[in-house]
């Protein structure tokens, strides 16, 4: 069973860095592909970053790239993202996501793909 718990959020300025985790406390973790989404106020959740678990292959919604870096420890059981250079418009509510059976690179953007979600932390990027 997968059970995704995120911690990291917080409020910041424009400019800052903060480090989101996700724990899986289930026993599968190195066999699931693991994803970042966020969900802005009055807006649909979006892709922000993942990771497949066959072959560490690492995607980013191009909003971010080169400002959050996406990574996993196995041995841990957690996904990190990192967030540099934040934006006001980084705001939202981040939520892990995991799924086993993502392959082609198409599928990791779609949150309908992924079967299991955390409760979500928020960031909040002040201007």
């Known amino acids: 069973q997968v059970q995704l718990v995120e911690s990291g959020g917080g409020l910041v300025q424009a400019g800052d860095s903060l480090r989101l985790s996700c724990t899986d406390s289930g026993r599968t973790f190195s066999q699931n592909s693991m994803g970042w989404f966020r969900q802005a106020p009055g807006k649909d959740r979006e892709f922000v970053a993942a990771?497949?678990?066959?072959?560490?292959?690492?995607f980013y919604a191009g909003s971010v790239k080169g400002r959050f870096t996406i990574s996993r420890d196995n041995a841990k059981n957690t996904v990190y993202l990192q967030m540099t250079g934040l934006k006001p418009e980084d705001t939202g509510i981040y939520y892990c996501a995991a799924d086993e059976r993502l392959y082609y690179s198409v599928s990791y953007y779609y949150a309908g793909n992924y079967a299991y979600w955390g409760q979500g932390t928020q960031v909040t990027v002040s201007s």
């Open positions: 990771i497949s678990w066959r072959d560490g292959e690492i």
